[in-house]
């Protein structure tokens, strides 16, 4: 069986997407048209062609730019909805997603348009495609943590009834370090979502440290930087923290120079709980599979690294513990079909 369909029948769940980066330039063609929303584009090659960036900032200034042709409930769910098929069609049992509800709000969409739009198609995912789902909402660390608190008040409701399940923090790192945030993330922890944080993107080693002491974070988003601290390597390990490693989107925003020089091979040598996610696949060109193949290809993993990057996307979830060793069970039995 080659790499590409051992993986796919893999179970795993995906949990670092960014729901506005799944926004393919067909779909952003369409709902401008739609919403009829004036983009600075004619054709789907123009905009591809746009997507040129070396640097996280110069991502995200046309990230937030796309995301304006969202307007309707109705778009918040298509979006999510091929996304989520997507996912399925990648072997994803289970997804953990984040939206930036800032992102919408700060231009006038209600935050219940975007949930709503999103919680839907989630809905409609765990029907038709029998794909698990969580969302969780992040806050834009550019901003204040007075914004920050704002959104978290809004989500309230979503918040007092599980719908929406985590808080996560996102946008340009540099400058913006996880202190930052601290009070809102013990009112988050209070509420009972689970935390986790971009840490380590392009920020240094100790903002990795910081979500984990400061911000008491459950999982840390990218940590690619903390490999530059190895006392800090180690704490992670030991206290079994998962990355969500997204190695097309490094190569892009991470100074990852080429994809046989990325660290995943040398973090799961540390033993850390590194994943592997998609990040924003319309951005960084490949869904959950095309991450794993690149990877996978590049740094000659075999397939017991497969099986455990598997095995820690399940682990590192949200999840409780018996949809966990379900989905473990179900590694175990997809691995051993391939002899
Ligand atoms: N928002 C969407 N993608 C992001 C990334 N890779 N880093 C920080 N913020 C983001
Ligand atoms: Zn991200």
Redesign the pocket.
């Known amino acids: 069986m080659d790499v590409r369909s051992f993986v796919r029948a893999l179970p795993k769940a995906e949990l670092?997407l960014?729901l506005e980066g799944a926004l393919e330039p067909e779909m952003l063609m369409r709902l401008a048209r739609r919403n009829k929303v004036g983009i600075p584009f004619r054709t789907v090659e123009e905009i591809r062609a746009a997507y040129r960036f070396s640097e996280l900032q110069d991502f995200l200034d046309i990230y937030y730019r796309g995301m304006d042709v969202l307007r309707t409930e109705e778009d918040f769910h298509d979006l999510t909805a091929a996304y989520l098929e997507r996912a399925a069609a990648d072997g994803a049992v289970h997804v953990e997603l984040?939206f930036d509800p800032q992102g919408h709000t700060g231009r006038g969409i209600p935050f219940a348009v975007a949930a709503d739009g999103i919680l839907a198609a989630l809905a409609d995912g765990r029907e038709r495609q029998g794909v698990t789902s969580l969302l969780i909402m992040c806050v834009l660390r550019h901003l204040s943590e007075e914004e920050g608190f704002a959104a978290f008040r809004e989500a309230g409701p979503y918040i007092a009834d599980g719908r929406i399940a985590g808080l996560g923090l996102?946008s340009s790192e540099k400058d913006h370090p996880p202190a930052k945030f601290e009070r809102l993330f013990a009112a988050a922890r209070e509420a009972g979502l689970r935390l986790v944080a971009?840490a380590g993107e392009e920020g240094p080693a100790s903002y990795v440290a910081d979500a984990v002491d400061r911000l008491g974070v459950d999982r840390i988003?990218?940590g690619n930087r903390a490999l530059e601290d190895p006392a800090l390597v180690r704490r992670l390990a030991g206290r079994g923290i998962a990355l969500t490693v997204?190695p097309l989107?490094n190569l892009r925003l991470c100074g990852v120079p080429d994809m046989r020089q990325h660290p995943l091979k040398r973090m799961l040598d540390a033993g850390l709980k590194a994943t592997v996610n998609s990040?924003?696949p319309a951005y960084f060109g490949g869904y959950l599979v095309d991450n794993f193949v690149a990877v996978a290809e590049a740094l000659d993993l075999d397939r017991a690294d497969l099986v455990t990057l598997a095995r820690n996307s399940i682990e590192g979830s949200f999840l409780d513990e018996a949809a966990k060793q379900g989905h473990l069970d179900g590694i175990a039995r997809s691995a051993g079909a391939d002899g």
């Open positions: 670092h960014h984040f996102d971009h988003d990218h997204c989107s990040d924003d």
